[in-house]
Every structure is written in C-alpha cells, then in structure tokens.
C-alpha cells in the first residue's frame, strides 16, 4: 500500500484550514462535520465561510499563511490556488510531524483525503492514492446505491449491545461468528427498517441461546477458481471472510489469499509433483481436528474441488467423523483457460465432445485410455501434465493422433501471468521447455486449439514464430 489506511478521532480538535476560496469551504464542511475545532487562515472568504466565522462555527485569521500558525494543531489542510503557499504550509507541518494535506497535491501531502461513503457511525472511505480521485468518486457513488442508510442504524444498535455479547460469549471466535449470523439475518433487516423493539426481542433471545450453545466448528470445500478474484463465487467470497482458518496449496493465487479475512490463520498444505507440504491423509485429518475444535475451516482449491482437487476424498473423511461440511463450487481451470487462451472446448465444426484427464495418477504412472482420448472431434484438457508432457504428446501420436494436431498450454490462466503457448503435438514440449512454461499450467489438444491465433483476446499468444512475450 502507498497510504496506510487510518480514521483520525478529530472531536474538539484544533485544526487549520489554508485558503478562503470554495475548495476550502467542500474542506470546511468535512472537517466540521467531523467535530473539529477549526481555524480558517486567509486574507478573504466565501461568502458561506464568511458567515460561519460570523456566527462562531470557526476562527477566522485573516492574514496570510504564517509557519506558526500550525503549532498545536492536530491536523492541517492546504487549499490554496498558489503552490508556493501550499508548499510553505507542507514543509512547516512535516517538520513537526503534523499531518498535512495539499489539495489534489499528493506530492506534497502527508496523507490524503479519501472519497468517503457516510452511515455513520459506519463510515467507508475509498482512496486511489490521490492520483485519480474521479475513480475514488465513481466508485463511492456504487457504494452509495449498494449500502442502504439504514446501515447506520444498524451499527448503533450492534454497538449498543457489544459488551453484553462479549460478557455473554467470552470466546473470541464464537462471538465472531455470532455477530456474522446476527448482522446478516433477519434481525438485521428488522433494524435497517426501523423496528428496533422486535429486533432487541430477538437480540436477548439469540444471546441467551448462544450463552448455552457448545461451539459447533464446519469446514467449506470452496473452489477458488482459476486465479482471476473476479471469478468468484458470491458464496465463495462470502466463506473466505468468515473463515478461522484457511488452507491453502500452490494452486491459489496470492491475490485471491488477500480476500481472505486479514485475522484467519493460514496454513500452507500445498501439493505438488512428489513434493507434499502435507500429504492428502494428513491435510484430511487436519481438518477434522480443526472442525472439532469448533473453528470454521475454509478448504480453498484452486479451480473446483470436484474436478480433480480431491474434494471427493476429503469430505469422505469429514463424513466419516461426522464434520459438517459445504461444498462451493469453482470455475474449472479447465474452462477458465480455455475461456480467456480463445480456445472454445467445444464448436460444432471441431469438436463435439470435452475430455478432462490428469497427467499423472496416484503412483506417477500416465496409462490412459488411450482409445477413448485419440478419437476425432473431442478435446482433450490435461491437468498435471507439465512434467510429463514429453510424454503425454508421443502417446498421442503413437495412438493414432496425428503429430500436426493442434495443442496448446496455459500456464496461470485468467490472471494477470497468463501465458498461452500454442504448437501441435509434435513440438509443443519443446515449445513448453523454450518458454519455461511451469505449473500451474493446463494442456489442451484438439482442433480447436487453432482458433486460439484468431480469437485469444486475454493475452498475447506465443508459437513457433514468437521469441519470448509476456
């Protein structure tokens, strides 16, 4: 982060505002409504200042900008058309350590004012890091439309009761979980649209109810998707902010780890190629020892946990030992690479059916039903092939494929790293060596994969003619 988010307590505050023109006054208005005591220095106001020094809502010093003038201040704000003026003020506040903003001046700041959605005491502030406050504004006015008023009424309610939660469920993790089902429900609702008294009923029965309760822990199968957060589930969005605990292997891409709720322990049980940080029995029983401790355990895939992520395992295990448990599904990586390399798996003129296989089983050995994935008109998706691409493709060709058959590989499909290399049979593991092509990465072969040249709209795509892109 550039800036490091942080609300500032300004009530009774003694605060300076430079410049009398209307910027000072949009300045003004936020800083008092804030509850600070405010000083306005310059020579002339708006007419608007003008009348709030009249009638005693602020101090006006009618002079120029003097270095003094900030001492004793808890913050200031520059808003003058003159830079010379503006950098006189930064340079006086920075050298006592005084917060100080410069107008649509980042350079000279010390912090910066966000666009800010009010429900207070709920207040969200949105910031671009000063550099585009348009997109700040835009982004603020979706806010303003998704987040009902009543969301202020809401947290005053929820701060009424916190300290007979927190006396009534002294557990951490519980109390947390307790005022996600609280504020998400029906409760909720009831207090967004003013009916306090019925929600109060409902808020004593559901402490006493709590009070009484064991700790019930879950785990969440949830399927993360190729990479790109934007391919999130709702749900899947909604589980990883909820989660005590989070574990996670290589195939999950660290940006969809930062939607995680920041306070999660996080566990790293990734699996790779005979290089396990847990083995799977170990990752199954993990679980079930977290669950009985009554935390919520988020299982985060890469892809979907059916589609061979060894979801079907896993809650085989939780079942056995009676662990409640969810599954979300994902985008498959199979679909979300195919999607963003153009290679549609199916098309009525070169393919009619789909075929997804893994590169290598169990004991590493890749003996596939060979006839069945040789036939004309299908595609064929390998997972885990990297390693064995070499000979992946030569089982094709000694199969009956022909080496001129279309073949590609995704490597971190949908993300910002996507590179799609595009060959045939015959020379897509040199291609792959060339390029460094490394997991996670999908092999597609079939006929389709030629129209990857002419619709890839995501990333560039590289081939036999192509020297190294990115």
Known sequence: MDYFPIFLKLQGASCLLVGGGEVALRKARLLMSAGAELTVAAPELVPELAEMARRGQLEHLCSCFEPAQVQGRRLVVAATDQREVNRQVSTACQALNIPVNVVDDPELSSYITPAIVDRSPLVIAVSTGG??????????????????????????????????????????????????????????????????????????????????QAPQGAVYLVGAGPGNPDLLTFRALRLMQQADVVLHD????????????????????????????????????????????????????????????????????????????????GVTSASGAAAYAGIPLTHRDHAQSVTFVTGHKQDGSIHLDWPALTRPAQTVVVYMGVSTAQELCRAFIEHGKPETTPAAAVEWATTERQRTVTGTLGNLPELMSRHNIASPALIIVGEVVGLADKLGWFRRIENTADTMAD
Do not use: C
């Not at 892809?303 to 056995?320: K, M, N, S, V």
């Open 131 to 212: 550099g585009v406050p348009v997109l700040a504004r835009l982004i603020r006015g979706r806010l303003e439309s998704l987040i009902p008023s009543g969301f202020g009424r809401l947290a005053r309610f929820a701060a009424g009761f916190r300290d007979r939660v927190k006396a009534g469920i002294p557990d951490v993790e519980r109390r947390r979980a307790f005022w996600e089902s609280v504020l998400e429900g029906p409760l909720a609702e009831a207090v967004i649209n003013g009916d306090e008294a019925t929600a109060e009923q409902a808020m004593a029965r559901r402490l006493e109810e709590a009070g009484a």
């Open 250 to 329: 290589n195939l999950v891409a660290p940006e969809l780890l930062e939607l995680v709720r920041r306070d999660a322990e996080r566990i790293y049980v990734g699996k790779a190629r005979a290089n396990h940080a847990l083995p799977q029995g170990d990752i199954n029983l993990l679980m079930v020892e977290l669950a009985q401790q009554g935390k919520r355990v988020l299982r985060l895939k890469g892809g979907d946990p059916f589609t061979f992520g060894r979801g079907g395992e896993e809650i085989e295990t939780l079942a056995a030992h009676g662990i409640a448990f969810e599954v979300v599904p």
